[in-house]
T-cell receptor
């Protein structure tokens, strides 16, 4: 089944540590996205990529970086984690060739920064 | 700026009908999505509207009025499994058709 997967699913880390969250997809979609979700705030876009080597900042990119080295993979890094980056992180994909451009979400990564 | 408003919580009874409203003030509107999200899980697509009117998909329907900046999601014959958060998201023409999400409406279905 074509899917969007995220690793790790849960991570607890300490302030100042570097963390990388991985996203892979087998849908063949060209567009990929990283969101974070906090209670009461909904999903907020961190970065998005429309193709390999294409990177665009979203609403809340400060403190994050991304890498899109292959169409199927989009990684999110926290160079020096801080407690207010504790959140649920979702990766999503979409196909620019589809009229509605629906986004398909991965299962999420729950990150806790102590 | 972009603003999307939905009620925070709603409660309804099994078998009933519930309407979840969403109002938006955005620039460059290019479609509205509804997603369902069970606690701790990924959002899953429910419906998409880009033109005014009603879109029906089984027990779920979604309505859009672009002139009023208004949409609703209608859930019929409610089931316990419909207890979830419902996210309204507007797609913007600028910023590469990105989605801007509302905070979500938590729906509790009681027996």
């Amino acid at each position: 089944d074509a899917d969007v997967t995220q690793t790790p699913r849960n991570r607890i880390t300490k302030t100042g540590k570097r963390i990388m969250l991985e996203c892979s997809q087998t849908k063949g979609h060209d567009r990929m996205y990283w969101y974070r979700q906090d209670p009461g705030l909904g999903l907020r876009l961190i970065y998005y990529s429309f193709d390999v080597k294409d990177i665009n900042k979203g609403e809340i990119s400060d403190g994050y970086s991304v890498s899109r080295q292959a169409q199927a993979k989009f990684s999110l890094s926290l160079e020096s984690a801080i407690p207010n980056q504790t959140a649920l992180y979702f990766c999503a994909t979409s196909d620019s060739g589809q009229l509605d451009n629906e986004q398909f979400f991965g299962p999420g990564t729950r990150l806790t920064v102590l | 700026g972009q603003n999307i408003d939905q009620p925070t919580e709603m409660t309804a009874t099994e078998g009933a009908i519930v309407q979840i409203n969403c109002t938006y003030q955005t620039s460059g509107f290019n479609g509205l999505f509804w997603y369902q999200q069970h606690a701790g899980e990924a959002p899953t697509f429910l419906s998409y509207n880009v033109l005014d009117g009603l879109e029906e998909k089984g027990r779920f329907s979604s309505f859009l009025s672009r002139s009023k900046g208004y949409s609703y999601l209608l859930l019929k014959e409610l089931q316990m499994k419909d207890s979830a958060s419902y996210l309204c998201a507007v797609r913007l023409m600028e910023y590469g058709n990105k989605l801007v999400f509302g905070a979500g409406t938590i729906l509790r279905v009681k027996s």
